[in-house]
């Protein structure tokens, strides 16, 4: 055994991982959650959503790549992917990532990203990972910028460098608790993309946590389309729903 192994074995053996969920003891030795709690994650992963704006669909609702919530939206990404539903383990995962200040998981749910863009055709297209930015208040009081840290770790998987494309143009309201209309009208012209990406023009994966009705993630992909990006993907860990959500066609 070499001293690398030895090393590994005896941390797992004195300080074996802890789930991130719920805190009970890793299922295996090297696995970040426990038994339990990767088998309500499989469930939520395993869900059929609608390609183009993430939500839970039937693929026989689906149509043209898109379900009746978003078909007669106006999108400027050609396709989403996400990791599961916002709730059980994948939402206490990401709450204690954004609010708790564990930033070692920016790595676990960065894995379960990287899975969930294995074997999708348009990966190959893309040339950047780009963060979904926050405003730079919102970094100093968190002390960090999560979504940063989780595109830099998807970005180390995948092979794909990670650029700053995207600049937060002013502070926005937080988005919780705010209507459908009111969460795009609260952060439409929150973006700008950066000087360099006119003149790039390549195609780019848009990262974030959470996508509740799109708002973010939509404006976004709008300002980096705008700006003259050949194809706009979005990869984000969680789907949340609203009570009462109806789609707009803002």
């Given at each position: 055994m070499t001293w690398s192994l030895a090393a590994h074995w005896v941390s797992e053996t004195l300080w074996p991982r802890r789930c991130p969920a719920c805190g009970a003891p890793a299922a295996l030795p090297g696995a970040d959650w426990c038994q339990s709690c990767a088998a309500e994650l499989a469930a939520l992963a395993g869900r059929t959503y609608c390609p183009a704006c993430g939500g839970d669909a039937s693929e026989l609702l689906i149509r043209d790549g898109r379900c009746p919530n978003c078909r007669k939206l106006r999108l400027r990404h050609a396709e989403l992917v996400r990791v599961g539903a916002y709730a059980g383990p994948l939402r206490a995962a990401i709450v204690s990532l954004k609010f708790r200040k564990n930033k070692s998981l920016d790595r676990v749910l960065a894995h379960l990203l990287w899975a969930a863009l294995q074997?999708?055709?348009?990966?190959?297209q893309v040339d950047l990972i780009v963060p979904v930015p926050s405003h730079w208040s919102r970094r100093l009081v968190r002390g960090y910028d999560h979504v940063g840290l989780l595109a830099g770790q998807l970005a180390a998987l995948s092979g794909r460098p990670v650029a700053q494309a995207l600049k937060a143009a002013r502070r926005v309201r937080p988005q919780v608790g705010l209507s459908r209309d009111a969460r795009f009208a609260n952060v439409r012209g929150a973006f700008r993309a950066a000087g360099w990406v006119r003149a790039w023009g390549g195609s780019v994966c848009l990262v974030d946590d959470v996508t509740t009705t799109g708002a973010t993630v939509r404006e976004a992909a709008a300002t980096l389309a705008s700006a003259g990006l050949d194809r706009v993907f979005v990869a984000?860990?969680?789907?949340?729903?609203?009570?009462?959500?109806?789609?707009?066609?803002?």
């Open positions: 074997g999708r055709s348009f990966f190959g984000v860990v969680a789907k949340a729903t609203v009570p009462g959500d109806r789609p707009s066609l803002m």
